[in-house]
């Protein structure tokens, strides 16, 4: 067995049995070593961003890491943007990265580059493999460090050398992955304390899959003590529509962020962090809170938040709460020209249960949630980073781990651009996405973001640079072009039957939605 | 005047005139700064690999550096890979990166990352920008360093605060970029006292831009002396066809460059490395040339190539070569199925005068200097550090830098998806780019690469990541779906009037060469 075979093995007796790939030669004794492997399922991405985010939204759902597989450096580079998102996301995230062999570093021949330097800032764990004999603990640590609590991108860079030597002893190590924290007693009292104080209080869910029952005990909680009920903007995964408890997120916009902040007195985080501007702005806070709102941690991302939420309703003696507290509802639809609106009351009619809906949509996706509370039950993955180009490989990764869900991107055009090879990925493995391209032709955010400077006009320069115009963009033809079928649609009529057929089949569909 | 207007005087008055761009909110006053200079063209790239390979290709062939405009940590992440290839080019590019406000940072907003950690790998120089106080000075030195012999890639790394606060005191500054290095007299007369030595020697060139004039010069030296005469593979523009020295390159192939070199007791570096293996090989060297050949430098990558190789044909008394050392010639076109080296023949036929001829052709490719040598005079740009996804933004920014020229891109279908989204640009632009996209549906490169690993027959998951068939992609969809016209053709003759219809007009066209 050479070290290539061992890293496969171990891989597998670790429960990590999808590789998102994009390799190159450096890697070739890999690909022979997975070729040999078929209970290793391998998914190709013609460009790196499809990669890393497709090994982002498989871990959001399926709730364990996959593997990647890059090409040294510059095939890493192009991964970063969603290991970013990952990272942000806290999902676990088994990321390969071939070298050279060790010896042939020293030369510097042309693809050769600092690997562990550029993997750092995404990465939450880093380590080189040099020997063949070191591979399989090494490969364990990885995916124990990819799995730990919270999640992170764990980077294994494997030299050429260790792939290709065979090992004279292979054992292959197998390691538990760790539990999440138990969160001390006297933090759950504490916080119970806090909650029965009087004081205006906001409890804020965040770092890792808010599923319903986490839901249901936060809102039981939240119930019984008054405190207001919030999710982190970035929450990796979240649990909507009927039957199920609603959260907010906390808003996107600045103002409209402090504005829900001002008041709180006392802020109780659970797997959270103290939310912060996106941006900075001239003359605008980065914390959002008040400065005068004190901040008590119940969790860390990576405890138990279940168990902590648990507890802390029992401390409360917090009564159980009915479920299907969101009713199936929507509002009628609207006719004639599309616009974000209706394709959003569209989806509150047709969800299929138990979708998973990936938001990329930007601008257009502001009013997503106000209009689908009463949609069937789905999960809501979000863009957590805010690198663009998350949207499209998040989908396609979350079609892989769950085969038998629909999935439904929701996919700003400007962003979708970045990483439109995914769709490729989506027609080959013939995955059960629906895409909608909110087509408004432009960076609408940085439209508003260039007013918000003060320029109110933008000119030939800043138009060159913000719109998608001239010449337009044709997703049917990109779609096509990649083997997806696709529509383009202009009408509110138009988009409803669009959707309806989109979500009466299996495999791979887009609309290009006209606003 | 804040720090954004001072930073686009300052490019202006240091003669940086194109940016490269692919901004976000945190670059919004730096975008409403362009704005306001319609002097500054402004090119947008819909990902930042096109926005860095545009850069490469237009320091290239401009000689001077443009700017680039990324968005954070992400937006620089995407666009590395191509800064590899500009840096392994001694490409100039002042590589703009906005970052939050330096207030803002200690947050942790989900867009911070470690911009500087990530920029560095594919740097030669590398500034924060803090305060507009400094941005003159900073932009400056930054285009200096862009510029600096050798061209290298400069990474200026843009505060918000420091492009939206106000300068009290805003003088630009001016400075001149450094000149070539002399090559001192002893190494001249070192290096012609190699060459009267009676070794067999060879001249290797690299390191920059080898026109016509330095060619002629270094044949003169070969010819007097009797050396053998290479380029490195990885030079970043090489001056080809009839009227022209035709220079080989050592071969990517390990085993055709150690047979080349092995007979090679001495070897004169001009601007050139030691010639390493590209990746290396179980049981095969790294290094091309024999042990026992002796290495001597004539002039490092940053010195005055074109003088040094003068005086040294001076110190040899090497008379002039006549011109027009290679006549125009091709040989007769073949006829039915279409193959890579039809193509290269039909090349030889129709390539306009003055053309720029990128290459990104990968495994189809390879003989395209077999054939062409006889072509009308042309510049020849090859993939410098191997980073996948150079070809088409490459000869968008050569054809940015040279509006008068034809730019025809040879591309690798595989390699070609990385950044696809470079033909929006040639569209939005209407940039006189001929993109041949040679399909052969596979990363061929790597079916023989896994060969040689000893897999003789691809399994599934070989396949599955080897193959880009299933679906096929369809190059003309793709590329109308960015505005840019194209055609199919699976015969020589289809591509032989393809190509000269391509060749008869102004504009972007892309034809998909089915292999």
Redesign the interface.
Known sequence: MNGADILCDTLLANDVDVCF?N????E??F??A?????Q?R???G??E?VVTGAADGYARMAGKPAAT?L?L???L??G??NL?NAR?AYSPVVNIVGD??T??LQ?????T??IE??A???SGWVRRVTSPAQVSQDAAEAVCAAWGRPGRVATLILH??AA?NAAEHASLVRLAPPAPRTVPAQRIEDAARLLNNGKRTMLLLGGCALDAAVLECAARIASASGAQLRAE??VPRLARGAGRMHVERIPYALAAAVAELREVEQLVLVGA?VP?????Y?GQP??LTDPACSVHQLAAPGDDLGAALAALADALDAPAIAPASEPRAALPLPAGRLDADAIHIALAHLLPDDAIVCDEAITSGVNFFKYTRGAAPHDYLPL??????GGLPMATGAAVACPRRKVIDLQAD?SG?????AL?TQ??ENLDVATIVFANRSYA??HG??K????NA?????R???D?D?????????A????VEARRVETVEGFFRALQYALSRRGPFLIEAVL
Chains 1, 2 share one sequence.
């Open positions: 790939a390799p190159g030669t450096s070739m004794h690909v022979a997975l070729d040999a492997r078929p290793m391998c998914v190709l013609l460009a961003g597989l090409h450096g510059p095939g580079a192009n970063l943007a970013h942000r050279h062999a010896y042939h030369h510097d021949a042309p693809l580059s600092d330097g550029l750092a800032p995404m050429a050398d290709w903007r970035a962090q912060v501007a996106f941006f900075a001239p980065s914390v957590t980073g805010g690198a663009i180009g400007g651009m970045y990483t439109l090879q490729w027609a080959r955010i940085l973001e260039l918000n400077v003060g320029a933008a000119g030939r320069n800043a060159r640079m913000l998608l001239q010449p337009a963009l044709d997703w049917v033809k990109l096509d072009g990649m083997g």
